[in-house]
């Protein structure tokens, strides 16, 4: 969908309601703006337990054949590293 080009008319813009306005900053400062700006880009605490990122080396067979599968390769390679963790734990 394209932008609407041509001039702009105040009738073509809704009225604001006093809710719009609910979580507005205001401040007289740049400094303070940026303080804020920068608090809400802050990321939360990782919900999910944390990777560790490694270099490993794999032979050319068994990245061709996970590349092939598609986006999302490397989440498919861990999860059958993680079945053949699972079934070896319990053998063992």
């Given at each position: 969908m394209s932008a609407k080009r041509g001039p702009v008319s105040i009738d073509d813009t809704p009225a604001?309601?006093?809710g719009d306005w609910s979580d507005a900053f205001v401040t007289h400062s740049i400094d303070?703006?940026?303080?804020?700006?920068?608090?809400r880009r802050t990321r939360g605490p990782n919900k999910r337990e944390t990777k560790e990122q490694v270099a490993v080396r794999?032979?050319?067979?068994?990245?061709?054949?996970f590349r092939a599968t598609g986006p999302g390769w490397q989440t498919r390679m861990d999860q059958a590293l993680r079945d053949y963790v699972a079934k070896h734990r319990l053998s063992a």
């Open positions: 604001t309601q006093p303070e703006l940026r303080a804020a700006v920068t608090a794999f032979s050319p067979e068994v990245l061709t054949f």
